[in-house]
């Protein structure tokens, strides 16, 4: 079945320092619809960005990523970190359902 | 334009206790949907509508867990006999679509104890 896989469970960094989460997926559909999701302390996840196309950077909130069909990849990345951004960055895959990966505490330091 | 609303926004009971949840979805969204996310993981896919038909509800346990939207717009989510495994927060959300971006409400955070 569809799964969606984030190997890091705690990302922490230094305030300015480059953000990269990643985030593999597995599907047996042609054209996935990938999604990032970010949730800040007792709050509800909010969407942070989608791509369906293939090899095209789409960008929202100084944060980006490229959807890699070849790879089977879609990272997000940040060129530096703020104290704000540290939250849970979940990755997720849209099939017949909506699919998270278990999620990646990002925490950045001053 | 008002988001997705969920109440209560905390319930604690004894296990054995029934408890409901209420979610008003975005207006004009057709589908809606409840997922339940344990400490420290993903929000997980319990059951989705679109109106009011359940297009998907195979991992809502159905023993003890139920949800309708009789009218295609309120949801109520309902456990009939809560156990502690059930402690989690229960978020709903909705679309304008199915695959379309889904706005999630504040959740009901459960703790059975």
């Known amino acids: 079945g569809d799964s969606v896989t984030q190997t890091e469970g705690l990302v922490t960094l230094t305030e300015g320092l480059p953000v990269m989460l990643n985030c593999t997926y597995q599907?047996?559909?042609?054209?996935?619809?990938l999604f990032w999701y970010v949730q800040h302390l007792n709050e509800s996840p909010r969407l942070l960005l989608k791509?369906?196309?293939?090899?095209k950077r789409t960008e929202h909130q100084g944060f980006h990523a490229t959807l890699h069909k070849s790879s089977s990849s879609f990272h997000l990345q940040k060129s530096s970190a703020q104290l704000s951004d540290s939250a849970l960055y979940y990755c997720?895959?849209?099939?017949?359902?909506?699919?998270f990966g278990t999620g990646t505490s990002l925490l950045v330091d001053p | 334009e008002a988001g997705v609303t969920q109440s209560p926004r905390y319930a604690v009971l004894q296990e054995g206790q029934a408890v409901s949840f209420w979610c008003d979805p975005i207006?004009?969204?057709?589908?809606l949907y409840w997922y339940q996310q344990p400490r420290d993981q993903g929000p997980q896919l319990l059951v989705y509508?679109?109106?009011?038909?359940?297009?998907?509800n195979s991992q809502l346990p159905s023993d003890r867990f139920s949800a309708v939207r009789p009218k295609g717009t309120n949801s109520t989510l309902k456990i009939q006999s809560a156990k502690q495994g059930d402690t989690a927060t229960y978020l709903c959300?909705?679309?304008?679509?199915?695959?379309?971006?889904?706005?999630f409400g504040p959740g009901t955070r459960l703790t059975v104890l």
């Open positions: 959300a909705s679309s304008l679509g199915t695959g379309d971006e889904q706005y």
């Open positions: 599907t047996i559909y042609s054209n996935p619809f």
């Open positions: 791509s369906f196309t293939d090899n």
């Open positions: 997720a895959y849209m099939g017949y359902k909506l699919t």
């Open positions: 207006s004009g969204h057709d589908t």
């Open positions: 509508f679109r109106d009011e038909a359940v297009i998907d």
